[in-house]
């Protein structure tokens, strides 16, 4: 009803992370009220469990053929043809924390990622991709120091 009534064609949620019993392990994850093309090649601010987009706004959007981050290319490419994503600012997820079994675990493989994204996916120019690439290590040093 949400993207309906506001016409929206990518939104996303808020979360609550859970470890591997189902235990509560964080306060609300907050995302912020919007996000474009822009924003989304710093970091990616849209969790794949809490996405949602309007296949009869957008027609069949598929992935990229890449080995993981798959869902971050996907959404950098709709951001390409909309203006923002929104926000619902409730927790409508969970997401397990699991150990070591995850892409976002290993710091160096999910940085290494970002960059195959912005150069090999998106073609960013190699000044403008290590702009982005630095304020991706910024933004994750600080959400790490958290």
């Known amino acids: 009803a949400y993207m309906k009534d506001n016409s929206f064609a990518l939104t996303y949620t808020e979360y609550v992370k859970i470890d591997e019993d189902g235990n509560t392990i964080s306060d609300v994850i907050p995302r912020p009220e919007k996000v ?15 996405a949602i987009y309007d296949s009869a706004l957008l027609g069949k959007v598929y992935m990229p053929l890449i080995l993981k981050r798959q869902d971050y290319g996907l959404w950098l490419r709709i951001l390409k043809n909309i203006g923002y994503a929104y926000a619902i600012h409730e927790p409508l997820a969970y997401y397990r924390v699991r150990k070591n079994d995850s892409v976002s675990s290993n710091k160096v493989k999910s940085a290494l990622y970002h960059w195959k994204i912005l150069r090999e996916v998106e073609h960013v120019p190699l000044l403008k991709a290590m702009y982005h690439f630095v304020q991706y290590a910024v933004i994750g040093y600080i959400k790490f120091k958290k």
């Open 36 to 50: 474009n093309y822009q924003k989304m090649l710093n970091s990616n601010y849209i969790p794949c469990l809490t």
